[in-house]
């Protein structure tokens, strides 16, 4: 099983970005993005079950953030819009064979599998 992130990159405060992790070896039934910036613990940023409709995010996110799925690619989203500085960091992908529960979605030990995550960078 594989988890592949990409999409990071370089991008001005204000600017767009859109983060894909495809999975191979198998389908999840949850899936999550984190980040983790310097010297900062790794932070949960969304997520998203198999319905595609059930998702979620941090505070900081909503509003500017949408995660989605392509259950056919075995594939998950996420379009980063109104970028700001404090959003920079390594974002990584992560994804559940079965359903996490809500008060656990945040939790990164909740997670079985991981991407080796994509740096995106907001510059000021």
């Known amino acids: 099983v594989q988890l592949q992130a990409s999409g990071g990159g370089l991008v001005q405060a204000g600017g767009s970005l859109r983060l894909s992790c495809a999975a191979s070896g198998r389908t999840f039934h949850t899936w999550g993005w984190f980040r983790q910036a310097p010297g900062k613990e790794r932070e949960w940023v969304s997520a998203?079950?198999?319905?595609?409709?059930?998702?979620y995010y941090t505070d900081s996110v909503k509003g500017r953030f949408t995660i989605s799925r392509d259950n056919a690619k075995n594939t998950v989203y996420l379009q980063m819009n109104n970028l700001k500085p404090e959003d920079t960091a390594v974002y990584y992908c992560?994804?559940?064979?079965?359903?996490?529960?809500?008060?656990?979605?945040?939790?990164?030990?909740?997670?079985?599998?991981w991407g080796q995550g994509t740096q995106v960078t907001v510059s000021s």
């Open positions: 998203i079950r198999s319905t595609g409709t059930d998702t």
């Open positions: 992560a994804a559940q064979n079965r359903r996490i529960i809500l008060s656990n979605l945040n939790n990164a030990g909740a997670y079985s599998y």
